[in-house]
C-alpha cells in the first residue's frame, strides 16, 4: 500500500507513542486532583504546555487544548466575535476557501447578525494582505484567513496578513492545521493573535489539539462544565494525548528542514509526471505550497471513480470533490480558485509523508496515468473532444 492521504491524517509516530504509554499504564491520574498521584499527572499537562507553546515561541498561558483543530477554530471565532459585539463591532473577513470548521461557524455568526466578507482568492489560491488591508472597515473585529490550505496545499503570506491586522487594530485569526509541525511558526514575528491546531496532522494521535490566544484575549468558552483549562475549556483533558502531541510537534520541528527539502524534491517529481497528463493541471501555486501537497485536475473525469480505482492498485489518496461525502457538488476550494464544474468534479489530492521514496512517487506517476486514461476512454465527453466535437476546458 502507498499512503498518500496524510493531509487527511498521519499515523502516530514512535515519540508519540513512548510519550503517551506511561499516561496510558503508570501516570494515569486526573490532572484536577489534589492528590500527589493526580499532581503528578498535572506536571505533565503542564510540561506539555509548554513545550507546545516553544514550537510557536509563544507563552504556555496562551495555550488552551481542545478536541482538536474544529473545536479550537470554533473557539477562537466566536470569541472574537463576543469581543467584537460588545465594541459594536459585528464584521468578520475571511476567505472562500477555507475549512468548512471555519465557514459553518461563520454562517452562525451571520445568522447572528454578523455581517461576514469571504475575499475571492486568485487561481493561485493565494490572498495578498493588499485584498485583506482594502477589506477592513472601522466595524471589523477579525480576520480569519487559513496559514495553508487543506486541498490544494497553498501558503498564505501570514506574517505580511498579521501585520495588517496589527497596525488595522484587528484581531487576526489562523487554522494552522495543515501548517503545524509541517512549517516554521513564529506567532510573535507573524503577528499571529490566535491560532488553530490539530495533533493528528502532524504524528500525533486523533482527537487533540489546542488553541493559541495571544495574553489579554478573552476566550468565550464552547464547552461549559468544570474549570479545567483555566476555566476557557471544560472537561477532563486528554492527558494521554496531549502529552503525545507534544512530543509528536517536538519531533517534526527537529527534522523539519531535512524533511522538508526532500519531500519538496518528490513531490515536484509527481507534479512533473502528472502535468505530462493531456489536458490536466496543477491546483495552486507551484511554490508557494507545502512540501508534501499535489492537487491536480483532469480533464473529463469523476474524482470518486479515480479514487476507487487507485485503491485497487493500492495507493489511498483523496479527492477534491465532495462526492464521497454524499454531495454532487465539486469542492468548494475548487471552485474558489476559478476552475470550472465540469473540470472541478476531476480532481485529486496527494499528500505524501516524510516515508515515501522516489520508486511509489513513480509508482503513482504511473497508476494515476493509467487510470485517468481508462476513465477517459469510457467518458462520452471525452471521445467527443477527441473527435473535435466539442471543445477541450484545459487546453
Keep these: 500500500m502507498i499512503y498518500a492521504d496524510n493531509a487527511a491524517t498521519t499515523a502516530v509516530g514512535r515519540a508519540a507513542l513512548a510519550a503517551m504509554l506511561p499516561c496510558l499504564i503508570s501516570d494515569y491520574g486526573n490532572p484536577s486532583s489534589l492528590y500527589a498521584f493526580g499532581q503528578r499527572a498535572k506536571e505533565k499537562l503542564e510540561d506539555a504546555r509548554a513545550r507546545v507553546a516553544a514550537c510557536l515561541n509563544a507563552d504556555p498561558k496562551e495555550i488552551t487544548f481542545t478536541s482538536g483543530g474544529s473545536e479550537a477554530d470554533n473557539q477562537a471565532i466566536r470569541s472574537a466575535a463576543a469581543l467584537g459585539a460588545k465594541k459594536g463591532k459585528k464584521h468578520i473577513i475571511s476567505t472562500a476557501f477555507e475549512h468548512h470548521a471555519v465557514l459553518h461557524t461563520l454562517d452562525a455568526l451571520k445568522e447572528e ?29 477579525l480576520v480569519t484567513v487559513m496559514y495553508a490550505n487543506n486541498e490544494i496545499g497553498t501558503v498564505q503570506p501570514i506574517a505580511e496578513i498579521g501585520a495588517v491586522c496589527r497596525e488595522k487594530g484587528v484581531l487576526f485569526h489562523t487554522d494552522a492545521v495543515q501548517a503545524a509541525g509541517h512549517l516554521h511558526i513564529d506567532v510573535q514575528a507573524q503577528n499571529i493573535d490566535m491560532l488553530s491546531v490539530s495533533g493528528h496532522k502532524f504524528h500525533g494521535p486523533k482527537g487533540v489539539g489546542f488553541l493559541y490566544a495571544k495574553k489579554g484575549i478573552r476566550l468565550r468558552n464552547v464547552i461549559y462544565g468544570g474549570g479545567q483549562e483555566r476555566g476557557k475549556r471544560a472537561g477532563t483533558e486528554n492527558l494521554p494525548a496531549i502529552v503525545g ?45 507545502l512540501p508534501s501537497n499535489v492537487s491536480f485536475c483532469f480533464e473529463a473525469i469523476e474524482g470518486e471513480s479515480m479514487l476507487l ?40 489530492r496527494l499528500s505524501l509523508g516524510e516515508d515515501i521514496t522516489e520508486e511509489q512517487v513513480d509508482t503513482i506517476i504511473r497508476e494515476v496515468t493509467e487510470v485517468v486514461e481508462y476513465l477517459r476512454s469510457m467518458s462520452p465527453i471525452w471521445r467527443a473532444q477527441s473527435e473535435g466535437k466539442m471543445d477541450y476546458v484545459l487546453k
Excluded at 477589506?135 to 471589523?140: D, N
Excluded at 520541528?253 to 513531490?267: K, P, Q, S, V, W
Excluded at 509526471?273 to 490536466?280: D, E, M, N, V
Design 113 to 141: 447578525g454578523f455581517e461576514i466578507t469571504l475575499l475571492d482568492v486568485h487561481e493561485n489560491g493565494i490572498v495578498t494582505a493588499e485584498e485583506v488591508a482594502a477589506a477592513i472597515r472601522p466595524e471589523t473585529c
Design 309 to 348: 480505482l487507485l485503491d485497487d492498485k493500492g495507493i489511498c489518496a483523496s479527492s477534491g470533490s465532495a462526492c464521497t461525502s454524499g454531495s454532487l457538488d465539486p469542492s468548494h476550494v475548487i471552485m474558489a480558485i476559478g476552475r470550472p464544474h465540469e473540470v472541478a468534479h476531476g480532481s485529486l
Design 245 to 289: 502531541m507534544a512530543a509528536a510537534l517536538e519531533d517534526q520541528l527537529l527534522h523539519l528542514d531535512e524533511n522538508n527539502a526532500r519531500l519538496i524534491r518528490l513531490r515536484d517529481r509527481l507534479i512533473a509526471g502528472l502535468a505530462k497528463i493531456p489536458h490536466s493541471i496543477l491546483n495552486g501555486d507551484p511554490v508557494k505550497r
